[in-house]
């Protein structure tokens, strides 16, 4: 039998080490608070001064964290690929992002609202 897109998201959250520590119910909460989106290339999907309102896991494709130079240049943080996280700070810290976070190819992202994630962190410290 096929396994329905709660049970894909469970295993696909199950994959996030910081997540491994929610048993079973926990996860299933943050599945079905979790929204798949397909992005396209060069979608910016966090933009450098934002308050990210969500958390990212990347399910297949690649983000790319940069933040902009003064002389116009692209200086470049990291090349996230399938497994990653980012905007991961936001449960943490009510601060603003401090890079851009945009797709370099399409990509499929479950997205979670931070303020979700921190009630999650809340109950479950």
């Known amino acids: 039998m096929?396994?329905?897109?709660?049970e894909v998201r469970v295993k696909q959250l199950n994959n996030i080490r910081l997540f491994r520590?929610?048993?079973?119910?926990?996860l299933s909460e943050m599945a079905k608070a979790a929204i798949?989106?397909?992005v396209p290339?060069?979608?910016?999907?966090?933009?450098?001064?934002?308050?990210?309102?969500?958390i990212y896991y990347i399910i297949h494709g690649k983000v790319r964290?940069?933040?902009?130079?003064?002389?116009g240049r692209e200086f470049i943080f990291s090349d996230l690929g399938p497994g990653d996280t980012f905007d991961l700070t936001r449960l943490f810290l009510a601060r603003h992002s401090n890079m851009?976070?945009?797709s370099v190819v399409e990509s499929?992202?479950?997205q979670i609202e931070a303020a979700f994630m921190a009630s999650v962190f809340d109950k479950h410290p």
Do not use: M
Request: hydrophobic fraction near 35%.
């Open 41 to 54: 290339k060069n979608k910016v999907l966090t933009h450098l001064g934002d308050i990210p309102r969500y």
């Open 21 to 26: 520590q929610f048993g079973q119910d926990t």
């Open 100 to 102: 851009n976070a945009a």
């Open 36 to 38: 798949l989106r397909r």
């Open 108 to 110: 499929d992202l479950l």
């Open 65 to 71: 964290l940069s933040v902009p130079l003064s002389d």
């Open 2 to 6: 096929a396994e329905n897109g709660a």
